[in-house]
Nanobody, 121 residues
Framework: QVQLVESGGGLVQPGGSLRLSCAASGITLDYYALGWFRQAQGKEREVVSCISSFDSTYTADSVIGRFSASRDNAKNTMYLQMNNLKPEDTAVYYC???????????????WGKGTLVTVSS
């Protein structure tokens, strides 16, 4: 059974930092494109960052210079480092994976259940 489990969300003040983790089981992340998505209340889900199966990267304009995704294949885990957080970053953050993906713009094979990030003073 494949599982992606996010952790690391929570409440943080504006300007603060969080690091999200996504631990995978049942699959080997080496062969997967890995994406971080978010969905704010009342808005559509959007891709935040993506690392393709070939290690090319994409970062949404809204978070460039503040967010950085990475993967640790040895730990079968992906991360999203979020710095200088803003209230508009408040959302449920999801990780997802697609086998031999060149991007995260198409369908993803597996999704986590999400972790809530709230940026508020």
């Amino acid at each position: 059974q494949v599982q992606l489990v996010e952790s690391g969300g929570g409440l943080v003040q504006p300007g603060g930092s969080l690091r999200l983790s996504c631990a995978a089981s049942g699959i080997t992340l080496d062969y997967y494109a890995l994406g971080w998505f978010r969905q704010a209340q009342g808005k559509e889900r959007e891709v935040v960052s993506c690392i393709s199966s070939f290690d090319s990267t994409y970062t949404a304009d809204s978070v460039i210079g503040r967010f950085s995704a990475s993967r640790d294949n040895a730990k079968n885990t992906m991360y999203l480092q979020m710095n200088n957080l803003k209230p508009e970053d408040t959302a449920v953050y999801y990780c997802a994976a697609v086998l031999w993906g060149t991007s995260c713009s198409g369908g993803m094979d597996y999704w986590g259940k999400g972790t809530l990030v709230t940026v508020s003073s």
